[in-house]
Nanobody
Framework: QVQLVESGGGSAQAGGALRLSCSIS????????MGWFRQAPGQEREVVAN???????TYADSAKGRFSISRDNTNYTLYLQINNLKPEDTATYYC???????????????????WGQGTQVTVSS
């Protein structure tokens, strides 16, 4: 059974940085699209960034410049570095993975088969 477990969330001041991690288990290879979504209270779930098997990233417009997604296929870990945190980054962040390969990576939540439980990021001004 595939499991995704996020860590690294928490409370931070605006202007600070956080690094989210997602540990993947239950797979024998890590070659499909993975990504991060977030959902703020009262808001729809939105894509933050995704990354294909070889490691090519794509970012939502709101994430360009401050967010960096990366993956370690050897250690089955996905990362999201968030710099210059802003209060509007406050949300629950979800790690996601696709069961099948497709290109380019999708920005639609429904195209991802595996989801973590989410990690809360709270940014205060």
């Amino acid at each position: 059974q595939v499991q995704l477990v996020e860590s690294g969330g928490g409370s931070a001041q605006a202007g600070g940085a956080l690094r989210l991690s997602c540990s993947i288990s239950g797979v024998t290879h890590m070659s499909t699209c993975m990504g991060w979504f977030r959902q703020a209270p009262g808001q729809e779930r939105e894509v933050v960034a995704n990354i294909d098997g070889p490691g090519n990233p794509t970012y939502a417009d709101s994430a360009k410049g401050r967010f960096s997604i990366s993956r370690d296929n050897t250690n089955y870990t996905l990362y999201l570095q968030i710099n210059n945190l802003k209060p509007e980054d406050t949300a629950t962040y979800y790690c996601v993975g696709a069961a099948t390969r497709f290109a380019p990576c999708s920005t639609r939540p429904g195209d991802y088969d595996y989801w973590g439980q989410g990690t809360q990021v709270t940014v205060s001004s």
